[in-house]
């Protein structure tokens, strides 16, 4: 497949704004932080309103996003110190502009197609992969919006996709920006350093009372218990049911029978698919190939290689048309075959692998078979449990009497935090556990959530059993964490004041880094050649940025990336790795979209000049911390 329909199934847009292109977003989020505050707007761009509700969703988003990537749930603090309000303020803005403009050039789409959008997206289908009118409410509800403004969302979305796709479609970073983006990014530098480390006579031993209790007075927020919940589980778990399930293998042998051409493997090719910019562009690349048989020359003159244009290996069902897949199966291998129409212009085929048609046995598929029944077996035992769970609920049962009529184990947990961790500071492994500890956190004792459901089928059932509030602890009762504590920043300053002297001997006296070797008794070290990206348990990202705004010959002074040490340097040489095209390409599909996004930003900034915009920081802090707030919007 292409590079470029890979990025243009994206769009740069997606890229730089993440907007609500893609709705497999998780129901999970931060919380309803906003509950029962007045409507009011955060910004204003032309006539355009960028509401508090609209601001809940995406940085709800945004958590869950980021949460998925590091496999962690992050707070709202967390996010907030990292700045992402700000960045989802002002994304919200560079929307708002685009979708200004849309409107005034009379953009809308039509309800059919944000319909079909809503129908084909995945958070909205059910176990059975069906839409789901309920999923959908639940939601919309859960991200802080009402249906109208969810659909008035989305048709902005089009809209600004339909803009950015027109402005940047076929986007290509300048080549002379490549050069000098390449020169930036692989200059590589190698150092000579030594490692400064306190003796056990030079770090700090002796701590005052006076001391500490200054330093936890500044400090004591950083050893506040969080907020801490009790709650119990009743699970119908997939797994399990699937385990006691036993398929017979006659009924597996009758499915096999039935449906024969399921389980055959069907012949598949591998190809390239060429395009071109016209049909005289085809027809004489063509005719150069007739000549000199030369495919690899064919496609350096269309600026691709061969991954741009590799298809993979597919069925006849698998191409993009039935005139492409047509014309490639009926084509012998290492063959070129054209011209046919494609979704980028008139192209060429050449078929690089074939592999035949295979009928299997049942006995080659008969495992297959019976986890496909076992599953579909469990997932239907489950909604039969999961019916009988309701009633006994709905009848007025516990959780403990519903576990012993219906054979369940009930699982409870304790002290938990709101990003899921024990007292022993594990997180919980937990079906659904971010959706669980959202639902949690946001109820009263006694209650009984209704019934979650993951990915997998697994459904699950809480119960809120107590709270334990948040409180700062007493000196008493962590005086020896802050005695530690403290003793650790006192060792890291002595060691920054010990590097900086040595510096200062280097850098004012002359003195060169193997006499403060000799000094030290410790060997002098050499990086190797490392780059800006380069990082390991040594080079923090502040000692690379420090190496790399050192001169030739000059020394700098930087911490190591773990530990107290701290790095006193020679920068040795400074030279650029060799140009090649896996690098080269490397950098264009990380660079690519940023240069795109400031180009992006710089139209939007001047879209917003003319349009009249407003913000509200203020509004934005009042949200997250209405106790400061001072009157109302």
Not at 225 to 244: C, G, P, S, V, Y
């Amino acid at each position: 497949m292409f590079k470029f329909l890979r990025k243009n199934a994206t769009g740069p847009f997606g890229l730089l704004l993440i907007i609500l292109l893609v709705f497999a977003f998780s129901i999970w989020g931060v919380g309803d932080i906003f509950r029962g505050y007045d409507a009011g707007k955060l910004a204003s761009v032309g006539n355009k309103d960028i509401t508090i509700q609209e601001f809940q969703f995406r940085f709800n988003r945004e958590i869950n996003r980021i949460s998925n990537e590091l496999q962690r749930f992050i707070s709202t603090e967390e996010a907030r110190e990292s700045g992402l309000d700000i960045q989802v303020l002002n994304r919200l803005i560079i929307e708002s502009s685009i979708t200004e403009v849309g409107n005034n050039m009379r953009l809308r789409p039509s309800d059919k197609t944000i319909a079909k959008r809503i129908g084909n997206t995945k958070a909205f289908r059910n176990a059975f992969n069906e839409f789901d009118r309920n999923i959908f409410d639940q939601v919309i509800r859960q991200n802080g919006l009402t249906e109208d403004m969810f659909l008035e969302t989305e048709r902005e979305s089009i809209i600004q996709k339909q803009i950015f796709d027109s402005l940047f479609g076929n986007f290509k970073t300048p080549e002379i920006m490549n050069k000098l983006l390449y020169q930036f990014q692989y200059e590589s530098r190698s150092i000579d350093y030594v490692l400064i480390i306190l003796s056990s006579e030079e770090e700090v031993s002796i701590i005052s009372d006076l001391e500490i209790d200054s330093y936890f007075n500044k400090n004591k927020n950083s050893y506040a218990n969080e907020q801490r919940r009790d709650f119990t589980i009743l699970a119908l778990l997939n797994i399990e049911i699937n385990e006691k399930i036993v398929i017979d293998e006659d009924e597996a042998y009758k499915l096999f029978q039935e449906n024969q051409s399921l389980y055959e493997i069907p012949q598949k090719r591998s190809y390239y698919l060429i395009p071109f910019i016209d049909s005289d562009q085809l027809e004489k690349a063509q005719e150069d190939y007739l000549y000199d048989n030369d495919l690899e020359k064919l496609l350096n003159d269309r600026g691709l290689n061969k991954s741009d244009v590799d298809q993979g290996l597919i069925s006849i069902k698998q191409g993009l048309s039935f005139e492409i897949s047509q014309m490639a199966f009926n084509a012998e291998i290492n063959e070129l075959v054209g011209p046919v129409n494609s979704p980028f212009g008139p192209s060429l085929i050449y078929v690089t692998k074939i592999t035949e048609e295979e009928k299997r046995d049942f006995s080659d598929v008969k495992n297959e078979i019976i986890k496909d029944l076992k599953e579909s077996t469990s997932q239907d035992k489950i909604y039969e449990l999961y019916n009988l769970v309701e009633d006994e609920r709905a009848s007025g049962k516990t959780f403990e009497e519903i576990a012993i009529d219906q054979n369940l184990e009930l699982k409870a947990f304790n002290s938990v935090t709101s990003n899921g961790k024990n007292l022993n500071d594990q997180y919980l492994d937990i079906p659904a556990l971010e959706e669980i500890l959202e639902k949690v956190f946001d109820s009263e004792i006694g209650t009984e959530i209704d019934s979650i459901e993951d990915n997998v089928g697994n459904i699950i059932f809480v119960r809120v059993d107590d709270i334990r509030d948040a409180n700062i602890p007493s000196l008493n009762e962590v005086r020896e964490e802050v005695i530690n504590d403290l003793r650790i920043n006192k060792n890291k300053e002595l060691t920054e004041l010990k590097a900086t002297q040595y510096l200062n001997k280097i850098s004012e006296q002359f003195i060169k880094l193997e006499e403060i070797a000799d000094e030290l008794e410790v060997a002098i070290l050499n990086s190797g050649k490392i780059i800006r990206s380069t990082t390991n348990e040594v080079f923090s990202r502040a000692s690379i940025l420090k190496i790399f705004e050192t001169k030739k010959d000059s020394a700098f002074v930087a911490p190591v990336a773990i530990g107290n040490s701290m790095i006193v340097g020679v920068v040795k040489s400074i030279s650029t790795l060799e140009e090649n095209e896996e690098r080269m390409n490397s950098l264009k599909e990380v660079n690519g979209p940023r240069f795109e996004n400031e180009l992006i930003f710089s139209l939007s900034q001047e879209l917003q000049k003319e349009l009249t915009t407003e913000v509200y920081f203020n509004r934005l802090i009042n949200f997250f911390e209405p106790q400061n707030a001072q009157g109302s919007f």
